[in-house]
């Protein structure tokens, strides 16, 4: 059989189990997943900053890393060429692009440091999310930023912070899709603390300060991620899980959640429905975390899958901003971009074509026998041969055949890069 005999045979499989595929793979054409620049390289940026602090690590030294802005973008570019759909490209703050000798301090970015994203995702017909960066600098003291007791320090955050609104700001306008902006901060202690409540009071002011700079909500959905603890942080960490919470919820802004983030056997993908009863957007940053935040490429896992289906049966594919978060430097880091992105679309169409309603009645009904058989079965169905088609009609290379674009690319690019 032929792709196309495939998925006419895959389509008829799914109608019989009250699927239909098309809408399926409508949906999922209109879905975009906001794709973090960093896994390029290694979220060093474009300021020489020196060792990550801040908690995070990336391992491995895989050759041909990009160096500057340009190899970045070559390699963003390569990507989203294997990557099935439109989408956003998340920006961290640390990859502002000046002039040529230009040192910018963090405090006084400008829009016009990020104009090259700004072509870069207008050329891919994409959104642009960013992050303020507040780790890995000289002002990240004693472990402690936003919440540091020195107010001279969390006065050079706050105007970072503000600095990124704006800049946020720019690209929602510049792009016409709105921009997700988010905090996260390592702020913590290797050791027992002697006080846990001050610097989450201090933390809790100095975001309120900075959004107190005003923006337009329409245009910034300003986020705040939740840690449990960072290499370095074990003992404490100020912006915890139910810090960030209480605090998106109580000032009107969006909680974001990343998966790497908790203890090992809770999983986010409960969190999602516990968290949309209140919230009207929610935030996710999609990893795969091995025994800790270890921000290892997306898989098609069962918890990928699980998170996914949460968001498509609650309905909630408009209130749930999507995006990448992981940092491989073991493996070709070109592909591990290519890999998370595709394995968050294959879960998501994995959902979309699971007949969640008929599955929620029987819940309802109490039959958990028949619940569970079938949910079983549905794991069988053809979902590869409706990817494939979802490729096809993308004209992207479906299976295996696109790691051979990503060869040619090592041998005619990244191993030039020496
Ligand atoms: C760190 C957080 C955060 C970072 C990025 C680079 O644990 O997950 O989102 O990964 O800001
Ligand atoms: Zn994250």
Redesign the pocket.
Same mark, same amino acid.
């Given at each position: 059989m032929n792709q196309n005999e495939r998925y006419l045979s895959a389509k008829e499989m799914y109608a019989k189990i009250g699927v239909d595929t098309e809408a399926a793979l409508a949906k999922l054409q209109n879905i975009r997943i906001s794709m973090h620049c $960093?896994q390029a390289d290694d979220?060093h940026g474009f300021e020489g900053m020196g060792a990550l602090t801040g %908690?995070?690590q990336t391992t491995g030294n895989y050759p041909g890393i990009a160096r500057n802005p340009e190899e970045v973008f070559a390699d963003l570019d390569k990507a989203l060429s294997l990557i099935p759909g439109t989408h956003k490209i998340n920006v &961290?703050a640390n990859y502002a692009i000046g002039e040529p000798g230009e040192v910018i301090e963090r405090d006084k970015l400008e829009p016009r440091h990020f104009a090259k994203w700004v072509e870069l995702a207008k050329k891919h017909g994409c959104g642009l999310d960013f @992050?303020p960066t507040i780790f890995s600098h000289p002002m990240a003291k004693d472990g402690m930023t936003l919440s540091h007791p020195d107010k001279e320090v969390r006065d050079y955050w706050v105007r970072h912070t503000i600095a990124c609104i704006r800049i946020s700001e720019y690209f929602a306008t510049e792009t016409g899709y709105p921009c997700v902006m @988010?905090i $996260?901060t /390592?702020d913590g202690t290797k050791d027992i603390p002697a006080d846990r409540m001050g610097p989450r009071a201090r933390y809790a002011d100095s975001i309120d300060r900075a959004l107190a700079c005003g923006y337009d909500k329409s245009k910034v959905y300003v986020t705040v991620?939740s840690?449990v603890f %960072?290499i370095g942080v074990e003992a404490y960490t100020v912006g915890s899980g139910e810090f960030s919470l209480c605090y998106a919820i109580s000032r009107g802004i969006t909680p974001l959640m *990343?998966n /790497? &983030?908790y203890h090992p056997t809770e999983v986010v993908s409960d969190k999602i429905p516990a968290l949309l009863c209140f919230s009207d957007k929610i935030a996710l &940053?999609i990893t795969r975390p091995i025994r800790w935040?270890s *921000?290892h490429v997306v898989a098609f896992d069962d918890e990928t899958r699980e998170m996914m289906k949460e968001v498509v049966r609650c309905d909630a594919l408009d209130r749930v901003f999507l995006s990448t *978060?992981y940092f491989d430097a073991s493996i070709n880091r070109v592909s591990a971009l290519i890999i998370g992105m595709r394995n968050v679309q294959k879960a998501l169409l994995n959902a979309l074509l699971t007949p969640n309603e008929d599955l929620k009645a029987l819940q309802d009904a109490g039959n958990y026998s028949r619940l569970f058989a079938l949910q079983e079965e549905y794991k069988l169905m053809p979902l590869g041969d409706v990817w494939a088609e979802f490729c096809v009609r993308n004209n992207v290379c479906p299976c295996n055949d696109w790691y051979k674009e990503i060869e040619k690319y090592e041998d005619e690019v990244l191993s030039k890069r020496v």
């Open positions: $960093w979220v %908690g995070i &961290h @992050n @988010n $996260w /390592g991620e840690k %960072g *990343d /790497g &983030h &940053h935040d *921000d *978060d």
